[in-house]
């Protein structure tokens, strides 16, 4: 009994470490190096933080700045791919869940996301 309350606790705290680590991935990573150029880095860096974000399993770096970027141009609308007109839970979660509106796909075709495929990590990492 005990070693199975301490295995619990390993993976307790792995799991923590887990959700932290891909949070930095999206928030330092996807949104802030990627999607919003906040900031330039290293390449070691860059190729930390898509790991990071590839732990997160919210999309591929592209395709998360892409939608980003429709997000704050469209923002309440069909098109914005998290919603907030279709739900709290949509707006934090659920947009991963479902399949994104027509409108999403047809206006992220119209947003520019060229310099994303400059980058060879990014790149990289969408063709797996």
Not at 94 to 122: F, N, Q
Request: include cysteine; charge should be positive.
């Amino acid at each position: 009994m005990a070693a199975l309350k301490v295995f619990h606790l390993w993976m307790y705290k792995i799991g923590l470490n887990l959700v932290h680590a891909a949070s930095l991935g999206i928030t330092a990573g996807a949104h802030r190096l990627w999607s919003h150029r906040s900031y330039k880095t290293t390449w070691p860096l860059r190729v930390f933080l898509c790991i990071l974000n590839t732990v997160a399993f919210q999309n591929d770096i592209y395709v998360w700045c892409r939608d980003h970027r429709v997000h704050h141009k469209f923002t309440e609308t069909d098109a914005d791919p998290h919603n907030i007109k279709r739900g709290f839970i949509f707006a934090h979660i659920g947009w991963l869940l479902c399949r994104k509106h027509t409108e999403v796909a047809k206006k992220g075709k119209t947003i520019s996301v060229e310099y994303l495929m400059a980058d060879p990590i990014v790149r990289f990492q969408r063709r797996l």
